[in-house]
């Protein structure tokens, strides 16, 4: 993984709309070349937006700003008839998928019969958002394939292998449960893959076979970015689709900073490693009170660790025996898979242990290449809510940590530059 630093300045720095997403050198940009841009290929570069649950496209605002000064040329469009339908245990993740693919088929209508042009599709998703538009793309293209080009995708702490996590992380366990919330939504449930025992729905639009990873692939880059620590909700192994990476853990102490790194695929980036922003404190109080809250989280471990320990078999036997029976139901009713049985699925753990995930998703995400973004960030001593940082939500945000997340958007912004062919 390479490194690069916060400019550290709360001015956005300027930036040439014509550098490629490899051309950022330390807090630098240096050109290696031209590529064809919107005004040579004469199309219309259009940006879609999906948030994730409870959001509203007014938590764009920070990224419209931004892709509007670095991409003037481009048509800034955040979905705006999901807010009702993506609140908390709303409705499922294919319902609010046909919801976008509609939406995004009328602007791309409406544009295309405005201009006459081939438009350029690129498609960000956070959170849910992200899953949104990968189960949206099929039925989209389907209905509007000619005239669409196929940009840049990027998932903003985005749950590709699910929620779900080890009981041996009882304070990230708690995602376990989602499926208690099956008889009245299954949003929750689909995302922690609870939703069905043998196809649950991640599964249908990660399989390598399967038309939304088919369609997928033709973007010209896929992108997937997530913080490495403090993300109550979506396991950094999950949004980063790497399960095998352990990453190097901060104070709650520590001052206040932000950084990204970028793994091998961003080759023209700065070679140092550096954390802006950290100071060590020399202090003996500092010391004493960083052993303390050690103490302290160890204990809370423990006792959280102590309650699921007792709770979890009488919830493991109860969800076995109501899967068993619901299973000899269908049999009886003659309602088995036309495709003949489904194997079981193989789950297993990232080596964090913080997110638990099917092999069989893992390996149908894989199956296109990724570019990866480990965000790094810190409030101290608490952020009001990590889960909004990539996003830039300033109503869950304290002003420092907004700043920070905003300079961090600009970095982010620089990987959507014009792409050359694939």
């Given at each position: 993984?390479?490194?690069?630093?916060?400019?550290?300045?709360?001015q956005?720095?300027?930036?040439?709309?014509?550098?490629?997403?490899?051309?950022?050198?330390?807090?630098?940009?240096?050109?290696?070349?031209?590529?064809?841009?919107?005004?040579m290929?004469?199309?219309?570069?259009?940006?879609?937006?999906?948030?994730?649950?409870?959001?509203?496209?007014?938590?764009w605002?920070?990224?419209?700003?931004?892709?509007?000064?670095?991409?003037?040329?481009?048509?800034?469009?955040?979905?705006?008839?999901?807010?009702?339908?993506?609140?908390?245990?709303g409705?499922?993740?294919?319902?609010?998928?046909?919801?976008?693919?509609?939406?995004?088929?009328?602007?791309?209508?409406?544009?295309?019969?405005?201009?006459?042009?081939?438009?350029?599709?690129?498609?960000?998703?956070?959170?849910?958002g992200?899953?949104?538009?990968?189960?949206?793309?099929p039925?989209?293209?389907?209905?509007?394939?000619?005239?669409?080009?196929?940009g840049?995708?990027?998932?903003?702490?985005?749950?590709?292998?699910?929620?779900?996590?080890?009981?041996?992380?009882?304070?990230?366990?708690?995602?376990?449960?989602?499926?208690?919330?099956?008889?009245?939504?299954?949003?929750?449930?689909?995302?922690?893959?609870?939703d069905?025992?043998?196809?649950?729905?991640?599964?249908?639009?990660?399989?390598?076979?399967s038309?939304?990873?088919?369609?997928?692939?033709?973007?010209?880059?896929?992108?997937c970015?997530?913080?490495a620590?403090?993300?109550?909700?979506?396991?950094?192994?999950?949004?980063?689709?790497?399960?095998?990476?352990?990453?190097?853990?901060?104070?709650?102490?520590?001052?206040?900073?932000?950084?990204?790194?970028?793994?091998?695929?961003?080759?023209?980036?700065?070679?140092?490693?550096?954390?802006?922003?950290?100071?060590?404190?020399?202090?003996?109080?500092?010391?004493?009170?960083?052993?303390?809250?050690?103490?302290?989280?160890?204990?809370?471990?423990?006792?959280?660790?102590?309650?699921?320990?007792?709770?979890?078999?009488?919830?493991?036997l109860?969800?076995?025996?109501?899967?068993s029976?619901?299973?000899?139901?269908?049999?009886?009713?003659?309602?088995?898979?036309?495709?003949?049985?489904?194997?079981?699925?193989?789950?297993?753990?990232?080596?964090?242990?913080?997110?638990?995930?099917?092999?069989?998703?893992?390996d149908?995400?894989?199956?296109?290449?990724?570019?990866?973004?480990?965000?790094?960030?810190?409030?101290?001593?608490?952020?009001?809510?990590?889960?909004?940082?990539?996003?830039?939500?300033?109503?869950?945000?304290?002003?420092?940590?907004?700043?920070?997340?905003?300079?961090?958007?600009?970095?982010?912004?620089?990987?959507?530059?014009?792409?050359?062919?694939?």
């Amino acid at each position: 993984l390479i490194s690069i630093p916060n400019p550290l300045m709360d001015q956005p720095q300027s930036c040439s709309r014509h550098v490629t997403p490899t051309t950022i050198c330390g807090e630098k940009n240096c050109d290696v070349g031209e590529v064809d841009t919107p005004e040579m290929t004469g199309s219309i570069p259009l940006c879609i937006m999906v948030h994730g649950v409870g959001g509203s496209d007014a938590d764009w605002q920070t990224w419209v700003e931004i892709l509007s000064q670095r991409f003037p040329d481009w048509v800034l469009w955040p979905l705006q008839k999901l807010r009702a339908a993506s609140s908390f245990m709303g409705r499922d993740l294919r319902e609010l998928s046909k919801m976008a693919a509609m939406e995004i088929f009328e602007v791309l209508r409406e544009h295309r019969a405005a201009s006459g042009r081939r438009i350029v599709l690129h498609c960000i998703g956070h959170s849910m958002g992200g899953l949104i538009i990968r189960g949206a793309l099929p039925s989209l293209l389907e209905k509007f394939d000619d005239g669409v080009d196929l940009g840049h995708y990027l998932s903003l702490s985005s749950p590709h292998l699910g929620i779900q996590s080890s009981w041996l992380q009882p304070l990230h366990a708690w995602r376990n449960l989602c499926w208690l919330s099956r008889p009245v939504s299954l949003q929750l449930p689909q995302l922690a893959v609870q939703d069905c025992r043998e196809r649950p729905y991640l599964l249908e639009i990660s399989h390598a076979d399967s038309e939304s990873m088919e369609i997928l692939g033709r973007f010209q880059s896929c992108s997937c970015a997530s913080l490495a620590f403090g993300d109550p909700l979506i396991p950094s192994a999950s949004g980063m689709i790497n399960p095998d990476m352990l990453l190097e853990s901060h104070s709650i102490l520590d001052e206040s900073f932000w950084r990204l790194e970028f793994d091998d695929t961003f080759a023209e980036r700065s070679a140092g490693t550096f954390r802006a922003g950290i100071k060590e404190p020399t202090a003996k109080w500092m010391v004493i009170s960083k052993t303390l809250l050690a103490v302290l989280h160890m204990m809370l471990s423990l006792f959280f660790g102590f309650i699921i320990a007792v709770a979890s078999p009488c919830t493991i036997l109860r969800t076995t025996l109501k899967r068993s029976s619901m299973s000899e139901v269908q049999l009886r009713k003659g309602d088995s898979s036309p495709e003949g049985p489904v194997p079981k699925l193989s789950w297993t753990f990232s080596q964090d242990l913080k997110c638990r995930y099917p092999e069989e998703i893992y390996d149908g995400l894989i199956s296109i290449p990724w570019r990866r973004i480990i965000a790094h960030a810190h409030h101290r001593p608490v952020g009001r809510n990590l889960h909004v940082f990539l996003i830039g939500k300033r109503a869950e945000q304290h002003p420092e940590e907004h700043r920070m997340s905003r300079q961090c958007i600009e970095r982010l912004a620089e990987i959507l530059g014009p792409l050359g062919p694939k």
